[in-house]
């Protein structure tokens, strides 16, 4: 009789809502705007704000975006991050493998108790946040020493980042280059990072250095020039100042200088979601269509088995 596997991973993702319909974007936005890691303004003041204008405006905005990427197996992040798993699993056969959303379902805590009732006693949780920030790690983090103080007989592994770890970076240049292989060359590869307010870099959020990193590694593993590649920030949210440059008005001035030609990539995002199917792949293409350039989205690592390789061996150095 086979014994449980006593090691497990748990692979986190950040979430999505479960349809892509206004009530369920409300539900999943109500969860992810209303934790304090991701928006840093006092529950009084921030949730009858969050509450009585923003989910009532936002719900059926994003829901109509949802419903252009929207697969036919459900959302492309939790389609993509549960074949993920499943490729890790074929990659660490010896182990549990999971995977846990930090909002939504599979809830990260739950997730975790089903893993130590199957016989786990040892889990590594690896979040798919390969640049660490307090915005999105800490916050699991945050949720992981909350189920620890419950859990003493169980021993978490936690991986903090892999903004530079070399299998990561030769999976994404890998994805690059294969991509170029088969449909040409841009005159400019663009890096497009997840934003954060520049308030939290100025506190001391490592996350614009360890994207500069990431760019830079990969760039090198491709043998690009310095002039060969950009990288900026996308999703900004609110009025305050975010990471600098904003990636699309940068896409947009090059473009009015002269450049026809662009490959983007998102090495912020293990998964493709709505940032980067509906904002970038549809959205900065239309708008330098409109300024006379062209521009082709290079996915992200989703299950590619080399994606599952690199992370497995995370893992298990964890």
Known sequence: MNQPARTALLVVNLGTPDTPTAPAVRRYL??????PRVVAIPKLLWWPLL???????????SAAKYAQVWLPEGSPLAVYTQRL??????????????????YGQPALEPALDVLVADGAREIVVLP?????????TASIEDK???????NRQVTLRRVRDYAIDADWVDAVAGSIREYWQHNGHGEQLVFSFHGIPQRLADQGD????RCEASAQAIANALGLADGEWKMGYQ??????TWLQPYAEPMLWEMAEAGVRSFDVVCPGFATDCLETLEEVAM?????????????????????????ARALAAIARSA
């Open 283 to 307: 959205g900065f293409t239309e708008t330098l269509a409109e300024r006379g350039a062209s521009m082709r989205y290079i996915p992200c690592l989703n299950d590619a088995p080399a994606h």
């Open 51 to 61: 509450h009585g204008v923003i989910l009532p405006l936002r719900g059926s905005r």
């Open 235 to 240: 999703s900004r949210f609110g009025r305050e």
């Open 30 to 35: 109500a969860e992810f705007l209303g934790d």
């Open 206 to 209: 490592p996350y614009p250095q």
């Open 144 to 150: 992981l020493d909350a189920w620890q103080a419950r």
């Open 85 to 102: 798993a499943k490729g890790l699993q074929a990659e660490l056969p010896d182990w549990q493998v999971r995977h846990a959303m930090r």
């Open 128 to 136: 798919l946040y390969p640049q660490y920030s307090t915005t999105t």
